[in-house]
C-alpha cells in the first residue's frame, strides 16, 4: 500500500475498469472461498457466483485481476521454501481481531467501511502486546526456540488457542499469495473446462446470464 496515493476503487479486467467493492469484509469472503478445503470444480462454480455478484463478468481474466487487488496491499517477502504455521483465521478470530481494532484504533469493525488495503495494513500494525498479536505468537512460536521452563505453558497456549481443521497453514501475506496462485491455476483450469462446456460459471452461458 502506497503512503502516496488512494488504494483503488477499480480493478481492470481486459483492458475495462469496474468499479469494485473495497471494503473489508467482502475480501474476507473472497478469501475464504479461495482457501477452502473443497474439489476444484466447486470451487470454480463458487468464484463466478461471487464474481456475478459483485457485477464483473466471471472469467479467468476477472479471478486474476480480483487476487490482484487481494494481494497487492501487501509487500512482504518470505525466504523461499519456509513452512509456517498458520497465525491467524478472519473467522475464527473475529472477536480478537474485533477487541484489537477498537482498543488500538477506536473501529468498530461492525459498523466501519475500511478499504480492505487500510484494513489489512491496520491489521499487521497492531501492536505485539494486543490480544490476537499474543495468540498469534502462541500458534507460530518454535518450541525448540522456546526456554525449557517456558515449553509446557505454550504448549498450553497452542492448544488453548489451535485453529479449527479447514486452516491452510499460512502465517504471512506471502505465504498467503503463494497459496492463493495455487488455488487459482487449479480453479483456472477448472473455470476453463466449465467454459468450453456451457455449463454455469460460463461467462458466455444462458445460465450465468440470467
Not at 500500500?1 to 488512494?6: D, F, K, Q, T, V
Not at 477499480?10 to 479461495?34: A, M
Request: proline share 5%.
Amino acid at each position: 500500500m502506497s503512503l502516496y496515493r488512494e488504494p483503488p476503487e477499480t480493478i481492470t479486467i481486459d483492458g475495462v475498469l469496474y468499479p469494485v467493492d473495497t471494503d473489508f469484509r467482502c475480501w474476507i469472503e473472497f478469501q475464504g472461498i479461495l482457501l477452502a478445503k473443497e474439489e476444484d470444480g466447486r470451487k470454480a462454480e463458487r468464484l463466478c457466483e461471487f464474481m456475478t455478484s459483485l457485477g464483473l463478468p466471471p472469467s479467468n481474466d476477472t479471478l486474476e485481476s480480483m487476487l490482484e487487488f487481494y494481494s497487492a496491499a501487501s509487500q512482504e517477502k518470505l525466504a523461499p521454501g519456509k513452512k509456517h504455521p498458520q497465525a491467524f483465521d478472519f473467522e475464527q478470530d473475529s472477536e480478537f481481531i474485533f477487541s484489537a481494532f477498537w482498543e488500538c484504533y477506536g473501529i468498530d469493525l461492525s459498523t466501519a467501511k475500511l478499504h480492505w488495503w487500510r484494513f489489512k495494513a491496520l491489521f499487521k500494525s497492531l501492536p505485539q502486546d494486543c490480544e490476537i498479536c499474543r495468540i498469534m505468537t502462541y500458534r507460530t512460536v518454535d518450541l525448540k526456540d522456546v526456554p525449557k521452563q517456558q515449553k509446557q505453558f505454550y504448549r498450553e497456549m497452542k492448544s488453548r488457542y489451535s485453529l479449527g481443521t479447514g486452516n491452510t497453514g499460512y502465517k504471512t501475506e506471502q505465504d498467503m499469495k503463494d497459496y492463493v496462485k495455487r488455488r487459482y491455476e487449479e480453479a483456472q483450469a477448472s473455470l476453463s473446462v466449465l467454459r468450453s462446456s456451457g455449463q454455469p460459471g460460463d461467462a458466455g452461458s444462458e445460465s450465468t446470464s440470467k
